[in-house]
């Protein structure tokens, strides 16, 4: 995965994702193709996943109480 695909949010992410999905479901793509976007794929729905987390760590905090604005990026990477 590039690495500009980690400052991509959630919609961009999920948009490539998509694409990659399309580009192996229609079967033109030769053997080495389909494992590089197979690669791609998992590399971006593992970045999905951590972005998801991000938001559901920091809905917790907002429902425990929390006052502080904790950016997603950071909300991401840091431990619960």
Known sequence: M????????FDAVLARLRKVVEH???GQLT???SL?????????ARRGHEL???A?????LLVA????SIP???AATDEP
């Open 56 to 60: 559901e760590r920091r809905v917790e």
């Open 2 to 9: 590039a690495d500009r695909d980690k400052d991509d949010g």
């Open 31 to 33: 053997l080495e193709e």
């Open 65 to 68: 109480g929390g006052s502080q």
């Open 36 to 44: 590089t976007a197979y690669e791609e794929g998992i590399a971006l």
């Open 72 to 74: 997603l990026d950071e």
């Open 52 to 54: 998801l987390d991000g």
């Open 24 to 26: 192996l479901e229609a």
